[in-house]
């Protein structure tokens, strides 16, 4: 990162660690357990094989998430949260909860 701010605002830290128009949503499906790749991909059905690809390279650059390759043929990667991407669970709890104060403000309820 090249802005001075990463690593010691923890709002823009946060920001640069989570961009991505997936992160957030990757990051909840895995909160629920570890997952292989196409389980992935069928979650998210508008998502490319390359945009999920190059999505999890960076959760997992950043430390969120930990990918375990196993050497059997054909091979089977799997996906699971970190320590540190299990420390955003109760994040992820709030997001649902706005989200869903949200979608009841959109709708007038």
Request: glycine letters at 6%.
């Amino acid at each position: 990162m090249s802005d001075e701010r990463f690593g010691k605002c923890p709002y823009y830290t946060a920001q640069q660690v989570l961009q991505g128009k997936w992160a957030i949503l990757i990051l909840h499906y895995l909160s629920d357990g570890t997952l292989r790749f196409n389980e992935l991909l069928r979650m998210m059905p508008n998502m490319t094989h390359a945009t999920l690809s190059k999505q999890l390279k960076k959760l997992e650059s950043d430390g969120l998430i930990i990918r375990k390759e196993y050497p059997q043929v054909p091979p089977k990667v799997e996906y699971s949260l970190s320590e540190i991407g299990e420390k955003f669970l109760p994040v992820l709890d709030s997001l649902e909860q706005w989200g869903t104060q949200y979608i009841d403000y959109m709708t007038g309820k």
